[in-house]
T-cell receptor, first 112, second 113 residues
Framework: DAKTTQPNSMESNEEEPVHLPCNHSTISGTDYIHWYRQLPSQGPEYVIHGLTSNVNNRMASLAIAEDRKSSTLILHRATLRDAAVYYC?????????????FGTGTLLAVQP | DAGVIQSPRHEVTEMGQEVTLRCKPISGHDYLFWYRQTMMRGLELLIY????????DSGMPEDRFSAKMPNASFSTLKIQPSEPRDSAVYFCASSFAGPQRQHFGDGTRLSIL
């Protein structure tokens, strides 16, 4: 699997936007970009995924660079409940490997 | 809408004992994944099934670990004999038509003394 690089930790203030970066310079044309998050003492939770175009859902937005070598998960208004570890993961679509490999992620702290 | 159900939530047992973890995936999902999470190694994929068939078990640590999925609504992960280094949180996840939107259970916190 192609690798991703994320900052170990970030801080945000409540009700402000948060931009979580992810670098994936070795991404291939068929790799999808996935984001999951893990709240304290819970299992990971799906956030969003995309291939080339920016994606929006009720939880977040995913902005993908034109060359696809990086992406940004955007939380539009952080709440205390958004404090979690955020994982950026690549998956090859249609390949023999049909799984997600979680890295170490970014620990997001949200200050009131 | 019931999510992925894992049991037990906590297990404490002595070294050398057999441990069986259980998972009930979401109805209709055709993929099932077993993960292990520790502070040292993070979240590791152990094995996954598609339509009850094991597809990739390359993450299973050694022969002491085994997993089965006898039907679409039940899977087990067994450790025999257990060792202290097996202490971790074990997660089961399920998804439909691929691994992209996995739903995780609450995990089983396993402590081997």
């Amino acid at each position: 699997d192609a690798k991703t690089t994320q900052p170990n930790s970030m801080e945000s203030n409540e009700e402000e936007p948060v931009h979580l970066p992810c670098n994936h310079s070795t991404i291939s044309g068929t790799d999808y970009i996935h984001w999951y998050r893990q709240l304290p003492s819970q299992g990971p939770e799906y956030v969003i995924h995309g291939l080339t175009s920016n994606v929006n859902n009720r939880m977040a937005s995913l902005a993908i660079a034109e060359d696809r070598k990086s992406s940004t998960l955007i939380l539009h208004r952080a709440t205390l409940r958004d404090a979690a570890v955020y994982y950026c993961i690549l998956r090859e679509f249609g390949g023999a490997t049909n799984k997600l490999i979680f890295g170490t992620g970014t620990l997001l702290a949200v200050q009131p | 809408d019931a999510g992925v159900i894992q049991s037990p939530r906590h297990e404490v047992t002595e070294m050398g004992q057999e441990v069986t973890l259980r998972c009930k995936p979401i109805s209709g999902h055709d993929y099932l994944f077993w993960y292990r999470q520790t502070m040292m190694r993070g979240l590791e994929l152990l094995i996954y099934f598609n339509n009850n068939v094991p597809i990739d078990d390359s993450g299973m640590p050694e022969d002491r670990f085994s997993a089965k999925m006898p039907n679409a609504s039940f899977s087990t992960l067994k450790i025999q004999p257990s060792e202290p280094r097996d202490s971790a949180v074990y997660f089961c996840a399920s998804s439909f038509a691929g691994p992209q939107r996995q739903h995780f259970g609450d995990g089983t916190r396993l402590s081997i003394l």
